[in-house]
Each structure stands twice: as structure tokens, then as C-alpha cells.
């Protein structure tokens, strides 16, 4: 109602500047909450990010080291079987693959069962992404090949893995689905390489009694720098693990060498590996590390398609409004 020509209210009346200035004051926590609020989920989703991505770097370097590792003892496995003249049935790779395997398992056993079983298993699941991709892009199988076919190294390596301690790498049968009917030799395939390294080491060592130390051969290690895109990453991967040094002299150490061998990593076309006994050396290609590296992000890529293929479905024990999660298996 009006009174004496002015208007009142039981309410006070705020002129502009003061609800500026006041309500500005009463809006000042709830805006101060928001950003707080906003910069926590911005700098959580960050640091998520670095965590994932961290971890993504730790995975490709772990595989790409241990796929590393696994050819060059296979290559190592040649200059033995060239050098000391082991009799061998059957076809050399497939030797070669069979030491290698008992030469890196050996190896990591002072690294405990949980890191031996990554290793291996990266090496493995290298396998058979190569065959996957192979499949993929439609190409043929290379039947007539002086190596088994991906897929066959990938099961023969879970064969070896598991039956070195059936008991023990159990796991191994479900990450690998290597059959039961191959599972059950294992053990004896196992037994059978682990014996023929034993003999390797026994004949290595009972010529090398008479051999000084002044004049054993060495196994030299020689880097060209890797002209990749991320060539001076892997570079440094190699060089600070020290892998190639330390297989370079386990080698030299236990097993008879009538010459020197040199190991050298090199920039060349092609992603390959290989023994050559003319020139006593062994040619790592930088393109194969590369490599690597590329099977390492095809497989998290792969792990991430899997998780996003996960979906809701309706469980028919329960009831309708009971999910069950599900993951595709393609």
C-alpha cells in the first residue's frame, strides 16, 4: 500500500549497486566450491591421464626389452650350435627357439615368478600378435619356412613356460589357452630342452678347462643410433638396461667360442634379426626393435577394445533388473 506518497514493503528494498555488492558477497562460497570443485576434477583427470600414460610406457618397454632378449638368445642359440657343433635333430630354429627359452628363463629366475611370467608371457603374446596381424592382412602362410609359424612359436613358448613348473604357471593355461592335449607333454618337452642346455653347458665348460682367461673369446656389442622417429627412446631402453651386455657375456663365459663374435644393432630395412658365420657377427635391425614397440601398442589398443566392448546384459537368474557384466571375446 502506498503512505504518504511512499511505498513500503516488509521486505527491504536493495538498491543496484548494494545487490551487486551484497549478493556478490553471498555467492562467493558456492562460486569459490565450483572452481575448487572443477580444478580438482581437471587436475585428477590429469594426473589419471600421466598415470595412464606411465604405465602404458612401462608395458612397452618391459615388451620390448624382453622381446629383445628372447632374439638374441635365439640368435646367441646359432653362434652356439655354429661354433661348437652340438648334434642337432631336427630343424635349427626350432633348437634355437627351445634354447633360447630355457637361456631366458634361467636368466630371470633371480627375478621372481611374477616378473619372469610378464617377460615370457610379452614374449608369447608377441607371437601371436604377429600371427593376428598376419591373418588380418590376408597373407600367406609360410608353410615351407625354415621357422614354425607364429602361431606355433607362441604355443610352443606357453608349452615350455607351463612345463617348467606345471604347479607353479598354472596361470599359464588360461592366459595362453594352450590345449590339454599339449599341456599334458609339457613337462617332458621341458625336461627334454632343459637337458640338452645342461649337456651344452657341460661341453662347454669341459673345453674351456684348459682355456685361460687371457685368451677367451669375447662377444662385443656395437650401437649405430637408431634414426627412428623414436629411435633415441629405445636407444636409451637398450643401452641403460644393459641386457645386450650382460647376455653378450653369459654367453662368453659358459659356452666354448673358438672366435670372437660381435653383436651390432643397425639401421636397415627390414625388421630382422640374424646370425651370419662368415663374419662371426650377429645383425640386430633397428626396424625390428621398432618393431617391437609397434606389437606392444597393438596389444594395449587391443586390451582397450576388449574393455570397451563390455557390456550390460541381462542375467536371466535374477531378476529383470539384475545386469551382469559380459566381455566380447571376438
Same mark, same amino acid.
Given at each position: 500500500?502506498?503512505?504518504?506518497?511512499?511505498?513500503?514493503?516488509?521486505?527491504?528494498?536493495?538498491?543496484?549497486?548494494?545487490?551487486?555488492?551484497?549478493?556478490?558477497?553471498?555467492?562467493?562460497?558456492?562460486?569459490?566450491?565450483?572452481?575448487?570443485?572443477?580444478?580438482?576434477?581437471?587436475?585428477?583427470?590429469?594426473?589419471?591421464?600421466?598415470?595412464?600414460?606411465?604405465?602404458?610406457?612401462?608395458?612397452?618397454?618391459?615388451?620390448?626389452?624382453?622381446?629383445?632378449?628372447?632374439?638374441?638368445?635365439?640368435?646367441?642359440?646359432?653362434?652356439?650350435?655354429?661354433?661348437?657343433?652340438?648334434?642337432?635333430?631336427? !630343424?635349427?630354429?626350432?633348437?634355437?627357439?627351445?634354447? &633360447?627359452?630355457?637361456? *631366458?628363463?634361467?636368466?630371470? %629366475?633371480?627375478?621372481? =615368478? @611374477?616378473?619372469?611370467?610378464?617377460?615370457?608371457?610379452?614374449?608369447?603374446?608377441?607371437?601371436?600378435?604377429?600371427?593376428?596381424?598376419?591373418?588380418?592382412?590376408?597373407?600367406?602362410?609360410?608353410?615351407?619356412?625354415?621357422?614354425?609359424?607364429?602361431?606355433?612359436?607362441?604355443?610352443?613358448?606357453?608349452?615350455?613356460?607351463?612345463?617348467?613348473?606345471?604347479?607353479?604357471?598354472?596361470?599359464?593355461?588360461?592366459?595362453?589357452?594352450?590345449?590339454?592335449?599339449?599341456?599334458?607333454?609339457?613337462?617332458?618337452?621341458?625336461?627334454?630342452?632343459?637337458?640338452?642346455?645342461?649337456?651344452?653347458?657341460?661341453?662347454?665348460?669341459?673345453?674351456?678347462?684348459?682355456?685361460?682367461?687371457?685368451?677367451?673369446?669375447?662377444?662385443?656389442?656395437?650401437?649405430?643410433?637408431? !634414426?627412428?622417429?623414436?629411435?633415441?627412446?629405445?636407444? &636409451?631402453?637398450?643401452? *641403460?638396461?644393459?641386457?645386450? %651386455?650382460?647376455?653378450? =657375456? @653369459?654367453?662368453?663365459?659358459?659356452?666354448?667360442?673358438?672366435?670372437?663374435?660381435?653383436?651390432?644393432?643397425?639401421?636397415?630395412?627390414?625388421?630382422?634379426?640374424?646370425?651370419?658365420?662368415?663374419?662371426?657377427?650377429?645383425?640386430?635391425?633397428?626396424?625390428?626393435?621398432?618393431?617391437?614397440?609397434?606389437?606392444?601398442?597393438?596389444?594395449?589398443?587391443?586390451?582397450?577394445?576388449?574393455?570397451?566392448?563390455?557390456?550390460?546384459?541381462?542375467?536371466?537368474?535374477?531378476?529383470?533388473?539384475?545386469?551382469?557384466?559380459?566381455?566380447?571375446?571376438?
Amino acid at each position: 500500500m502506498r503512505m504518504n506518497g511512499q511505498q513500503t514493503t516488509s521486505q527491504r528494498m536493495i538498491p543496484p549497486a548494494d545487490i551487486a555488492t551484497t549478493g556478490g558477497r553471498r555467492l562467493y562460497p558456492c562460486l569459490c566450491m565450483i572452481m575448487l570443485a572443477a580444478f580438482f576434477i581437471f587436475t585428477a583427470g590429469h594426473s589419471s591421464a600421466r598415470e595412464t600414460r606411465a604405465s602404458n610406457e612401462e608395458y612397452e618397454r618391459l615388451f620390448v626389452l624382453a622381446n629383445v632378449e628372447f632374439t638374441l638368445w635365439h640368435e646367441l642359440a646359432h653362434v652356439v650350435i655354429w661354433e661348437m657343433k652340438p648334434p642337432v635333430f631336427g !630343424r635349427e630354429e626350432d633348437a634355437a627357439d627351445n634354447l &633360447a627359452m630355457i637361456a *631366458e628363463m634361467r636368466m630371470q %629366475e633371480s627375478e621372481g =615368478e @611374477a616378473g619372469m611370467l610378464e617377460k615370457l608371457q610379452a614374449v608369447a603374446d608377441g607371437w601371436k600378435m604377429e600371427w593376428r596381424l598376419i591373418q588380418e592382412d590376408e597373407l600367406e602362410n609360410a608353410y615351407w619356412d625354415l621357422h614354425a609359424l607364429e602361431i606355433q612359436r607362441y604355443y610352443n613358448i606357453a608349452c615350455l613356460v607351463y612345463g617348467a613348473n606345471p604347479e607353479k604357471h598354472a596361470v599359464i593355461l588360461e592366459a595362453t589357452q594352450l590345449p590339454t592335449d599339449r599341456a599334458e607333454g609339457c613337462r617332458d618337452e621341458y625336461a627334454m630342452a632343459n637337458h640338452a642346455f645342461d649337456w651344452l653347458l657341460s661341453q662347454g665348460s669341459h673345453r674351456m678347462k684348459d682355456y685361460s682367461a687371457i685368451n677367451r673369446r669375447v662377444i662385443s656389442v656395437r650401437y649405430e643410433d637408431n !634414426r627412428s622417429i623414436e629411435g633415441e627412446k629405445l636407444d &636409451a631402453w637398450l643401452k *641403460e638396461s644393459g641386457l645386450v %651386455e650382460r647376455l653378450a =657375456e @653369459a654367453v662368453a663365459r659358459r659356452f666354448y667360442l673358438p672366435r670372437n663374435v660381435e653383436i651390432s644393432f643397425e639401421n636397415c630395412p627390414f625388421a630382422n634379426a640374424a646370425w651370419n658365420a662368415e663374419t662371426a657377427n650377429i645383425k640386430f635391425c633397428h626396424s625390428l626393435v621398432n618393431r617391437f614397440l609397434y606389437l606392444a601398442r597393438e596389444l594395449q589398443k587391443d586390451r582397450l577394445r576388449q574393455a570397451e566392448a563390455s557390456f550390460w546384459q541381462p542375467d536371466a537368474g535374477n531378476s529383470e533388473h539384475a545386469y551382469r557384466l559380459s566381455l566380447r571375446k571376438d
